[in-house]
């Protein structure tokens, strides 16, 4: 049962345009996400993070936001750069007192310059 | 992050021998996690240790899988008897301490991963 689903499998975008991945998750009890992004043959690098108590987080070019009633949260990256060409997971914290993630499959961004 | 550090990188097993994973979390972190990722998937969560401590493995697999986190060293997680499904890159994370969810911040800190190939 994937709890956290990432859809589209990769996408492609212009260098300078907005970028936006997207995670949807089933179980109501999450209450933590994160974005990490991977590089090929390195670990997974976190992003930014939002709480189930906000809507939005923001932190420079990234941009995270939470629609709860629809179980659904974004990535926005703006403007989009070359570097950014990566894997992206979203994570969700499971509130059981282990605090372990659970992942997405991942997306994978292609910034063409 | 290379502060979180895994060795080997690569690792090569014949079926029916047995990989030892190696993790050194960052430096004044105590909660370790290991992960694993099979090809064209995402990360699957195994086993949640702290010191001396197993807290979740409802990750892992019952036979062969164990891992451990000693008061000194390295968290180490063992495959025995390896098979060829056994082949995946393996990822170690750590943290220092756990905020409440929502008041702070949760992020894990991974390692650059362990590639086992089992032939």
């Known amino acids: 049962d994937q709890q956290v689903k990432q859809n589209s499998p990769s996408l492609s975008v212009q260098e300078g345009r907005i970028s936006i991945l997207n995670c949807d998750y089933t179980n109501s009890m999450f209450d933590y996400f994160l974005w990490y992004k991977k590089y090929p043959a390195e670990g997974p690098t976190f992003l930014i993070s939002i709480s189930s108590i906000k809507d939005k987080n923001e932190d420079g070019r990234f941009t995270v936001f939470l629609n709860k009633s629809a179980k659904h949260l974004s990535l926005h990256i703006v403007p989009s750069q070359p570097g950014d060409s990566a894997v992206y997971f979203c994570a969700a914290m499971v509130d059981s007192g282990t605090y372990k993630y659970i992942f997405g499959t991942g997306t994978r961004l292609k910034v063409l310059a | 992050n290379a502060d979180v550090m895994q060795n080997p990188r690569h690792l090569v097993r014949r079926r029916g021998q047995e990989a030892r994973l190696r993790c050194s979390p960052m430096?004044?972190?105590?909660?370790v996690y290991w992960y694993r990722q099979l090809p064209e998937e995402g990360l699957k969560f195994m086993v949640y240790?702290?010191?001396?401590?197993?807290?979740?493995e409802s990750g892992m697999p019952k036979e062969r899988f164990s891992a451990e986190f000693p008061k000194e060293g390295p968290s180490i997680l063992r495959i025995q008897q390896v098979v060829r499904g056994d082949s995946a890159a393996y990822f170690c994370a750590s943290s220092p301490r756990f905020e409440v969810p929502g008041l702070g911040e949760n992020e894990q800190f991974f390692g650059p991963g362990t590639r086992l190939t089992v032939l």
């Open positions: 240790l702290q010191k001396e401590n197993i807290i979740d």
């Open positions: 430096k004044g972190h105590s909660h």
